[in-house]
């Protein structure tokens, strides 16, 4: 039955048949949430773009609608964003009843950026005498944000310039239709892809302080700069800060319009689901919000699952133990389920270590020299006020791992759902001192 494969997963959203790579136009419009992605209809790998959709309200029960774009004359349908015009800049709608405007590459020729619009969530009438700025061919993924300061549009874009030069190109806009080019930043050349496709440009207050607004610069690989933004240009404080901590982690985009205000991430797991029969192929991943914290001298953006997922925990397994040491029994030796949620804060000693094992994922951490692996991604995590905080959610197309308060961020992406459940928690040499160890069985959303 159609969600009930073998492969699928259960909590994260993957397309009812055929390929699936970026996140587009995620926005929130008229009560829901809207999750546009790249969409290839007729196969199980990339090609033939148009533009699938699915909405939500709650960010984690998703209902997949009919394909929203489809190729036309001027191209296939790549990557780009999604706007709530709740001023009618455009003129396409009311105040009363703002539209909805999706902006998206057309890729072919001289490559232009188109847009769509509509009223209703549901239907989009693509404008064909509206294009955008051509630059050169293969500019790419048009990222708009509404920049309250300065009172205008503004449009992200990636840009291949001469001799291989990655570069972001910002443009402004009052009208939304007709846009001029403000400033350009430079993003590696080559085979440093430090600012490439999909750029992400979005504000955050520094911890809880409100009054202390920064930029953030990212792009499709996760490493982003941090800086002022001023309506036209981006002047950076810190570059090439590594916010990708796991592995097959993409083109990320944020949620347009969040009601609460929140900077909500979701990105492209490449999750390879075209085994065993199955008829569809990747996921993305779960809806994150996003803040920004001092930790030291530096400034990281943590990512956290957003509260909308605690509605899909059932059952509570309690495993604590005041102490684990090397002759424990093993807390999870009977837990059954494939769809989990492990709360965990550990107040190791500093020359103890243990090993997970989360169905066929095993997790590895050495206190002494903070060494993290799972499978075979390694990070270094130091503990924080002597405590390692973890977050896991497994499904069956792997594991994400939120380590230290979300300062890192582990998707790790491997089919789980193949032998009998297996998981384990081995403490080796000192004791660990445990304050928490809440297991969740999730639910399935579908
Ligand atoms: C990123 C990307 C985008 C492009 C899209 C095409 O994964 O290459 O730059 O718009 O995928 O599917």
């Known amino acids: 039955d159609l969600y009930m494969e073998r492969h699928r997963a259960q909590y994260h959203f993957s397309p009812k048949r055929g390929w699936l790579n970026d996140p587009n136009g995620l926005v929130y419009y008229k009560g829901e949430y809207h999750l546009f992605f790249q969409h290839n209809p007729y196969g199980l790998r990339w090609g033939n773009m148009h533009w699938g959709h699915a909405v939500s309200t709650d ?28 001023h009618n800049s455009s003129g396409l709608g009311t105040i009363d009843d703002p539209p909805l405007l999706l902006f998206y590459t057309c890729a072919e020729g001289t490559w232009e950026q188109g847009i769509a619009y509509s009223l209703d969530g549901r239907t989009f009438t693509k404008l064909p005498g509206v294009a955008m700025p051509s630059i050169v061919p293969g500019n790419r993924d048009p990222k708009v944000i509404w920049h309250e300061a300065s009172q205008k549009w503004v449009m992200t874009l990636y840009v291949t310039e001469a001799d291989e030069q990655h570069a ?9 239709l007709n846009w001029r080019q403000v400033s350009i930043v430079n993003g590696g050349i080559g085979e440093d892809r430090y600012l490439y496709e999909c750029p992400e440009l979005y504000e955050l207050p520094l911890g809880a302080d409100s009054s202390n607004i920064k930029w953030v610069l990212s792009a499709v690989n996760g490493v982003y700069a941090i800086g002022d933004f001023d309506g036209t240009t981006f002047y950076p404080l810190y570059e090439r800060i590594q916010g990708n901590h796991g592995r097959g982690y993409y083109a990320a985009q944020l949620f347009n319009n969040d009601p609460k205000g929140r900077r909500i991430e979701m990105g492209w797991r490449h999750t390879h689901t075209d085994l065993d029969g199955m008829t569809f192929n990747q996921s993305m991943s779960l809806p994150m919000s996003l803040s920004l914290q001092q930790r030291g001298a530096k400034f990281v953006v943590t990512r956290t699952p957003v509260q909308e997922l605690e509605s899909l925990r059932t059952k509570k397994y309690d495993c604590r ?3 684990f040491d090397s002759l424990s029994i093993n807390p999870l030796l009977d837990l059954q389920p494939r769809l989990l949620e492990i709360d965990m804060v550990l107040q ?56 230290q ?10 089919n789980t759902n193949s032998s009998t459940p297996q998981y384990a928690f081995h403490v080796s040499s000192e004791e660990m001192a445990c304050l928490k160890f809440d297991v969740y069985e999730l639910s399935a959303i579908w």
């Open 405 to 414: 308060d979300g300062e890192f961020y582990i998707p790790i992406n491997k």
């Open 168 to 176: 972001i190109y910002f443009f402004q806009s009052d009208n939304l």
């Open 321 to 323: 133990r005041d102490t």
């Open 59 to 86: 960010l984690v029960h998703w209902k997949e609608l009919d394909i929203a774009l489809y190729p036309d004359e001027r191209g296939t349908m790549f990557s780009g964003s999604a706007i709530v015009d709740t």
């Open 348 to 403: 190791p000693s500093p020359k103890s270590s243990f090993l997970m094992k989360m169905n066929g994922i095993e997790i590895n951490y050495d206190v002494y020299t903070g060494r993290f692996e799972v499978d075979d991604v390694v990070n270094t995590i130091p503990l924080q006020d002597g405590l390692l905080k973890l977050r896991l959610f497994l499904d069956r197309v792997g594991i994400e791992i939120f380590a």
